[in-house]
C-alpha cells in the first residue's frame, strides 16, 4: 500500500496475507496497536482450516468456540479491512513502504450494500445450476448427446416421487456403469434440485460408490483374519501379475478392478476372493488364471449376443 508518494516515510498499514486463524489473530493485534490491516484472503470466508475442526488439541476445547469471537471481533473491527476472494499478485518496495497489487474476483453481490440476510440465496434463479470451466461443459454436452443420459433420466423417473430418494438414485447409477460420474451427478443435482455438494458428501462416504471410473467385473479379494492366515496375500500376487495392475487400480481395457476387503462372510472356505455377485473360496494362485479367462470369455459372448440382436 503506497503513502501518497513520501518514499522513505514508513506507512501506518499493514496487509496481513491469509485469514486462517494466525492471520486473523495477527489481524487483531496489529489493529488493537493501532495499525491499519488489510486481511486478505483467497476463499470466500475467513476462519481458515480451523473452522471445520471438530475439536483442539490439546484441550479437546470446540474450534468454532474458540474461533467464532475472534472472526466476529475481526469483522467488526475499524482498523480492519477484510478482502475475501482476493489474491496478492505482486509487491514492490522495502521494508516499511510497499506497493501490493491484489487481484479482487469479481462478485454477485454488492457488498457495500449485504446485510448478510440471505435473501440472495433464495432469490438466485441458478442457485443449483454448475457453473463449470470450458472442458467440463464439453464434457457435460458430450455425456447429454449420449445414451447415459437417457438411462440416467429413467433411474431419476423411477424415484423421482419417493421420499430420501438420492440414495437409491445413486445405487441405481452405480450399478449402471460400475461408478458415479461426475456429468451423472450433475444431471442428478439438476433434476432433484439437490445442491452438487450434498450428492457428492453422500458419495464419499459409502465404499459401495466409486468416483473414479472401475471396470466391468470388481475383484474383492478377502483379507480377513481367515482368508490371510491361509494364503490371500498369495492370491493378491497371482491377481496382480495377471491382471498387470494393482489392488486399487483398473485395467486399460476396463475389464477387471482389483479391490480388497476385510471380509466377504465365508470363512469357512478361505481363502476367498468375490468376482461380481461370485464368491470363490478355497482358492490357490494356479486357480486364478482359469477364473479369470471365463469372465473374458463371457464378455466376448455377451458382445457378440449385443450385436446379434
Not at 467488526?76 to 476472494?85: A, E, F, G, V
Not at 448478510?116 to 463449470?132: D, V
Request: glycine share 10%.
Amino acid at each position: 500500500m503506497g503513502n501518497g508518494g513520501q518514499a522513505n516515510k514508513p506507512v501506518g498499514k499493514v496487509m496481513v496475507v491469509g485469514a486462517g486463524i494466525a492471520g486473523v489473530q495477527a489481524s487483531l493485534d496489529l489493529a488493537n496497536a493501532g495499525f491499519y490491516v488489510h486481511l486478505v484472503e483467497k476463499k470466500s470466508a475467513i476462519g481458515g482450516v480451523m473452522a471445520q475442526l471438530d475439536k483442539t488439541f490439546p484441550t479437546n476445547d470446540c474450534s468454532m468456540c474458540i474461533i467464532s469471537p475472534k472472526l466476529v471481533e475481526c469483522g467488526r473491527h475499524l482498523n480492519i479491512d477484510i478482502l475475501t476472494l482476493t489474491e496478492v499478485e505482486g509487491i514492490q518496495g522495502e521494508p516499511g513502504n510497499f506497493h501490493v497489487d491484489v487481484l479482487k474476483k469479481a462478485r454477485g453481490v454488492d457488498m457495500s450494500k449485504c446485510t448478510g440476510c440471505g435473501t440472495c440465496l433464495e432469490a438466485c434463479p441458478i442457485r443449483y445450476e454448475p457453473q463449470m470451466p470450458e472442458m467440463e461443459r464439453m464434457a457435460r454436452t458430450a455425456y447429454a448427446k449420449a445414451t447415459d443420459e437417457d438411462a440416467v433420466t429413467a433411474i431419476i423417473n423411477r424415484h423421482r416421487d419417493k421420499v430420501g430418494n438420492l440414495l437409491p438414485v445413486l445405487l441405481d447409477i452405480n450399478r449402471q456403469f460400475n461408478w458415479l460420474p461426475r456429468c451423472a451427478l450433475e444431471h442428478v443435482a439438476d433434476e432433484l434440485r439437490i445442491p452438487l455438494a450434498e450428492i457428492l458428501r453422500v458419495a464419499s462416504f459409502y465404499n459401495a460408490f466409486s468416483l473414479v471410473p472401475r471396470g466391468k467385473y470388481i475383484v474383492n479379494v478377502c483379507m480377513g483374519t481367515g482368508c490371510f492366515v491361509k494364503g490371500a496375500p498369495r492370491l493378491l500376487d497371482r491377481l496382480e501379475r495377471e491382471l498387470g495392475i494393482k489392488h486399487g487400480q483398473t485395467t486399460e481395457d476396463f475389464m477387471f478392478s482389483l479391490e480388497l476387503v476385510r471380509c466377504i462372510g465365508c470363512c469357512a472356505l478361505a481363502p476367498a476372493m468375490r468376482v461380481g455377485d461370485d464368491t470363490f473360496g478355497r482358492l490357490t494362485p494356479n486357480m486364478i488364471p482359469r477364473i479369470l479367462k471365463s469372465y473374458v470369455e463371457s464378455y466376448g459372448i455377451e458382445e457378440e449376443e449385443e450385436a446379434a440382436g
